[in-house]
């Protein structure tokens, strides 16, 4: 299998981006990736273009997204697809596109993921999320992505006595990641005594889906992200001499049950467990090797259950390495240093290829003052589609 | 004469389907069974009609959460939510009934509107405490 280096990334902002148009924001994002791999002139070397996106037929009714994003940055005649798995879709395009490159088909391709969730109400964002649930056994009751994570959540912390002290915690080190990334949704960083225990606590941080509460649940947001790969045998690495190529050293997959309800024991995320054993494998890896993480953090529990799934350690050990400080920046293990979805903001197409972008600027050592990881080796994204029913996880390294 | 007939009330019910074959049952509906791998035929034209079974009963309840961000129209402060276990081990997701619900306890099953499309009352599972 050809070796893969990802040599261009471009993000827009993360927030509330609903006064442009979805192939604007993703165009932006795409034209900075250009810019980073210092290609704008030779452009037309991107043979492929994979663009993730969830909602742009329901929420910007707009279709033929990728032939559209092609045009705008005036890529013609690369070829061009859509690649969508629910909040998975972004990484989901990294792995098509990455499977492009390592069989031979093309050598240089564009992954551009993007979303415009705010030009809608705060529900009607809520139910295009929830339309990836079973219709009839889940979707028709209400139920939503939030209800199923309180529900997870609340078996966890009754399973492994996990405390709502904790998940606070959780939610300050992300704000404190996310206040340093000016990418970031939410750059407000926020303290203890503000979100637990304090008299006005239960009022700024109120609750949603019982017992997670605000400051345990991602914005919505609008935003969009672009990675540029090149197979590293190909002649037109030559292109890329301006920045430092970061090798995708492994990539995984898995699906779980549709219906929550099928899993024999719903705390087991089955599909992270497999997707990032596959991404060990390819990477000749193990936990152990890795130096930092983005993990998929909807909701702030999952933070903690992906951390165990993907082999950090034990089931239910997370509050451990909380109490440690083990995933803050200076800790041994440094998770969501972009201030994950909690802070960075979800949006849902754009979420992968923003995790593998930050996995890029941590392994470079371009990140901002207080949140480069020291010395990274090997940077673990993962990109959790549906209530973890169809989960990818990229690993990324220094050469 | 005009058939009215699919304008009556329906007897509202959920059921598990059971597999001709084998005899699993399974909710929702699958197109192949998950234990023989004999499929179900909507229509029951091409392969066997799988039999319906009655779902409901007394169940276990294994997680629960209250949703306060709820979608427009409701009244409600919060709606509660859980996902149960019945006696023949079949699992499902649906509505709570009352407002402090404890996990493991033992639920009553009915059927009531959990979503209301326009001409169209969607019904399904609400759980309830047992009748004493």
Redesign the interface.
């Known amino acids: 299998m050809r070796k893969v280096a990802i040599v261009g990334i471009g993000h827009t902002i993360f927030g509330n981006l609903s006064k442009f148009d979805l192939v604007d924001i993703m165009s932006f994002a795409s034209a900075n990736a250009l810019d980073d791999a210092d290609i704008r002139k030779d452009r037309k070397i991107i043979e492929q273009v994979f663009v993730a996106n969830m909602g742009g037929g329901i929420l910007n009714h707009q279709t033929g997204i990728a032939s559209s994003l092609v045009s705008r940055i005036d890529l013609e005649p690369a070829m061009a697809e859509l690649v969508e798995n629910g909040p998975a879709s972004g990484a989901s395009a990294i792995k098509v596109g990455f499977a492009a490159i390592a069989s031979g088909m093309v050598d240089v391709v564009m992954i551009t993921g993007g979303e415009l969730m705010r030009t809608v109400t705060g529900w009607q964002g809520t139910d295009f999320v929830a339309t990836l649930l079973h219709p009839e056994a889940e979707y028709n009751y209400e139920l939503t992505l939030p209800a199923f994570g309180g529900m997870f959540a609340r078996m966890y912390m009754e399973r492994y006595g996990l405390k709502e002290e904790e998940l606070a915690m959780v939610a300050v080190k992300d704000h404190e990641n996310g206040a340093k990334n000016p990418y970031a949704h939410v750059q407000i960083p926020c303290t203890m005594e503000g979100i637990y225990g304090s008299e006005n606590a239960h009022i700024v941080n109120n609750l949603i889906a019982d017992p997670l509460r605000l400051y345990g649940m991602c914005p919505v947001s609008d935003g969009a992200a672009s990675l540029i790969l090149c197979a590293v045998d190909s002649p037109k690495m030559k292109y890329f001499k301006k920045k430092e190529p970061i090798m995708i050293s492994g990539i995984g997959s898995a699906t779980d049950t549709h219906c929550v309800h099928h899993r024999k024991d719903p705390l087991e995320l089955k599909a992270v467990r497999l997707g990032a054993e596959k991404a060990y494998a390819m990477a000749g890896l193990t936990p152990k090797d890795i130096s930092f993480a983005e993990l998929h953090d909807p909701f702030i529990i999952l933070e903690l259950a992906i951390s165990e799934e993907v082999g950090f350690w034990g089931r239910g050990k997370s509050k451990e390495a909380i109490a440690k400080g083990v995933t803050r920046i200076d800790g041994k293990l440094p998770i969501n240093t972009s201030g994950g979805l909690k802070a960075k903001g979800h949006p849902v197409g754009a979420t992968g290829v923003s995790q593998v972008f930050e996995l890029t600027k941590q392994l470079r050592g371009e990140a901002e003052k207080g949140r480069q990881v020291k010395s990274p080796k090997h940077g673990l994204a993962v990109n959790f589609g549906g209530f973890g029913n169809n989960v990818v996880t990229i690993i990324c390294s220094k050469e | 004469m005009i058939d009215f007939s699919e304008y009556s009330p329906k007897k509202p019910e959920v059921y598990a389907y059971k597999c001709p074959e084998c005899g699993t049952l399974d909710?929702?509906a699958p197109m192949i069974c998950k234990n023989c791998s004999a499929r179900r035929d909507p229509s029951g034209e091409i392969f066997s009609a799988w039999e319906k079974v009655l779902l409901g009963g007394r169940c276990k309840l294994?997680?629960?959460?209250?949703?306060?961000?709820?979608?427009?129209g409701y009244d409600e402060k919060?709606?509660v939510?859980?996902?149960v276990e019945f006696k023949n081990g079949l699992?499902?997701?649906?509505?709570l009934l009352m407002d402090n619900p404890r996990?493991g306890m033992e639920l009553e099953t009915k059927i009531g509107i959990?979503?209301e499309k326009v001409g169209e009352d969607?019904y399904?599972?609400m759980f309830d405490l047992p009748k004493k």
């Open positions: 909710y929702p294994l997680g629960w959460t209250r949703v306060y961000a709820l979608p427009e919060y709606l939510f859980g996902i699992r499902a997701s649906g509505r996990t959990v979503r969607v399904g599972f």
